[in-house]
Each structure stands twice: as C-alpha cells, then as structure tokens.
C-alpha cells in the first residue's frame, strides 16, 4: 500500500508526536514538516539512538560493511529522545533508522506516514530498573515510573507488570499508595539515571546500557529484564520510506545485506562489539556498554532462565505473530495521546501491510540461512509473555 506524503501529511505527524512525546515547540515542528528536506546527495542518511539497540546500524557503519556509495560518508546522526528522532525521520531528514516497534505502527496508521518495517533490528535488551531499597513491585504504589515513549515495548510491558501485581499505572494524576496507582512519565534515557539518583522517579523502563549504568553505578537495581516477561520480544525495528523500497529495492536489499552481516558479527564477539560502539557512536563508558551486551549473571528476579531475559539478541527476521500480539497489547496500554486509530486496526492482517521482510529473507539465504541466527526453519513461532 503507497502513501503520498505532502506537506500537509508531515505537519500532521509533527503534531501528533508533539503529543505523544513531548518533542519540541509545535512552531519548530512546524517549520520543519514545510522544510524541504529530501535527501538529493544519493546517500542514505542513518538516525539513532546512543543505545545498544542501535548496535547493528552502528557496527555496520564502523566496520564499512555498507556497500559503497550507498550510505552518506559522515557518522549516523545522534538523537537524545525517541520523539526527536521520529520527527527527524518522518521530516526526511534521515533515511534509516532503528525505532520502537509499536511507533513504528503509530507513524503509519495515526501519523499516515508512509514508513515500512523491514526487520528486526534486536530483541530483548531492556529491563525495569527500580531505586535500590525497592524490592518487589508493590513498592512503586505512590510513585512515578519512567518510560522513554508511549508507544514503546517498555510502557507496554511495565503496564502488564503492573496489572498483574495488581497496581494501576495512571497518567497526568499523581499517584496514590492507597489507591495503587503509579504515574507514568515520559523521560529521555539520558535523564532517567540522574532522575532516579535525586529520587524525582521511584523506576525506570529503557534500553541498555542505561539499565546496567545504573546498577555498576549503584544508583539503582535491575528488578527484572522485559525479555523475562515476553520472551525475545522485538523492541527496535529497522525503517526506511516506502518509496526507497519502489524507487530503489538494490539499494534495500544492500542495507538489508550489511545490517544481518553485523549482526552476525556482533554474537561472534560481543565484547569487541561494545569496543566499537564506544568507539565515537555511544557517549556510554567501555564498562556499562561491555556489561549491557554480555551480562554474565542475570541480576534480579528471573522467571524464566532458558528464555535467557538478560541477553540482547541480534537477529533479524519479524516475526508476524509478534506484530499481531503486539497491536493486540496495545489496545490495552494507557498512552497520553490518540489511540483511534487501534481501532481501525486488524491485529491478523497488519505485518503484511505494515512489514517487507522479503529483503530478510534474501539476506538470511545469503548467510547460511537461518541456521546461522538459530531461528526456526519454517520462521513462525507462538508467542510467550508472562507479566506474573
């Protein structure tokens, strides 16, 4: 399905992440959707976030494993929040970027951008982190909690903890300990560990290695790993404009090619991997992005050990029952903004219009197949999650 997307198209979806996220003055955002900002130089422009999510993009850039020509020569363009860098995207002022799987559904069906999935970029590697006297769930009654977006894996995944420790996550009150209720805020990663030094946030929910920051700091305690409440879920897919993929599929199977090779590369050497992201891309110490990729015990409480919740997974194939799973769960996450467009959703038929992963599954051949990454053969799966 094409989207045209004109002026009109990017001021409505500057707007709607204004409101969803908090990005900038509605006047700069304005400015910018009637900012012509198509990319003319031939080269693809890479966004991300100073995560361990982005390790793919990152690690493909330092080890020149994109081919020639087809990504701009100077370092991916670093953004300091998820909103900032959707904004970025939705503007054309980057081509490729790594972003939460459930925005990369609000961009398309309540922002009518025309963006496309075309894989995974990682699973697992985010945790709830609390306050270090906080040890059970039941203690953040009263207080606030930290997510990095509305639409994220980590709201969705808390508020399914909460619930079923029978507390009431709440948004724009303030929260009672009586009642059980708990506020969630939108932060930046960045000031989630200082907002949680000076005591404003009893927790935080966000990608690596802010949680394994906090705790080789002591400022907090991971309390449990999402992976251990949904099993290998994906938290960041890889986006690209719809009309790259009508315009230029050599180019998309080329990004798609380079991406699955530093994956690869990344689960041959983990540690080196954390040498390459410090390397001028993540502001994060060698220790804390070292320890994010290679947890060797799992802090906190485990449930579910063989499902290996600590560990950052990079492979790439989306699996469609996750994205049927995951439009299902976002019919019940509290969010500040418009969840109207949920409704007009079909959880069964979204991943084929929202994903491509034909340029995956050209690039799994073309390393072993999916042997090489551990994936099932007939790529399906059925879906875990235990929020308990």
Known sequence: MSTNIGRRTL????????????????????????????????????GYLPITDAAPLL????????????????????????????????????DVVHLLMPMALQL????????????????????????????ELGQLAGRQVAIPFWWSIHNITVQQMLRAHGLHPVIRQSASRSAGTVELVVM???????????????????????????????????HRFLGDVWR???????????????????????VSDSLVTAQLRIGTDRRAAAEALTAGYLPQPLPAVTRALTYPEPPGTIRHPQWHPQRIGYQPFPFPSFTEALALAMHDTVVDGDTRFLSRLDPATVHADLVDDRF?????????????????????????????
């Not at 690690?59 to 860098?85: I, K, Q, T, Y």
């Not at 030094?197 to 705790?215: C, E, K, L, Q, W």
């Open 59 to 94: 690690v493909a850039h330092h080890a020149g494993l994109f081919a020639p020509g087809v990504v701009d020569d100077v370092r991916p363009v670093l953004f300091r929040s998820w909103a900032s860098l959707a904004e970025a995207f939705v503007t054309r002022q980057v």
């Open 11 to 46: 001021l409505r979806g500057a707007v709607g992440l204004a409101a969803a996220g908090g990005v900038a003055g509605l006047l700069d955002l304005g400015r910018a959707a009637s900012t012509d900002r198509t990319n003319t130089s031939g080269r693809l422009r890479i």
């Open 188 to 222: 930046s990663p960045s000031d989630m560990i200082p907002a949680l030094a000076n005591g404003s946030i009893a927790a935080f929910t966000v990608a690596d290695p802010f949680n394994a920051a906090a705790d080789l700091r002591g400022i907090g305690r991971i």
């Open 232 to 254: 290998e879920h994906a938290c960041c897919a890889l986006l690209v404009h719809e009309d790259l993929i009508e315009r230029n599929p050599t180019v998309v199977q080329q």
């Open 360 to 388: 995956v599954r050209t690039s799994l051949v073309r390393v072993d197949g999916t042997a090489a990454f551990g994936l099932p053969a007939d790529l399906t799966r059925i879906e875990e999650v235990d929020p308990s």
């Open 108 to 135: 398309r069906y309540s922002l009518g951008s025309a963006v496309r999935v075309l894989g995974w970029n990682h699973t697992n590697g985010s945790a709830l982190t609390v306050a270090p006297h906080i040890t």
